[in-house]
């Protein structure tokens, strides 16, 4: 698997140069492909920062599956394989 690429991006709101996180690094995650050649995903790829994971919300249909949707969760860090 490759590397996501990453940016930094900068929060709304972090103009007045206070914060010194006012830069965040974000990440790129592209969707998983359809399961089937004729099915289009309605979601391509989510930027997301590095302290989170995306969960793909998929839609079934007689023909196969593919992503519609995504929502943003908590990176589990840690882990013990």
Do not use: Q
Request: glycine letters at 8%; aromatic letters at 8%.
């Amino acid at each position: 698997m490759s590397k996501a690429p990453t940016s930094r991006t900068k929060h709304a709101g972090s103009e007045t140069g206070n914060s010194t996180d006012s830069y965040k690094l974000r990440r790129i995650v592209a969707a998983p492909p359809p399961s089937h050649p004729g099915l289009y995903a309605t979601v391509l790829n989510v930027e997301c920062a590095e302290d989170e994971d995306v969960e793909w919300l998929w839609t079934e249909t007689s023909d196969g599956r593919f992503v519609s949707g995504y929502r943003l969760v908590p990176r589990i860090t840690g882990r013990s394989h």
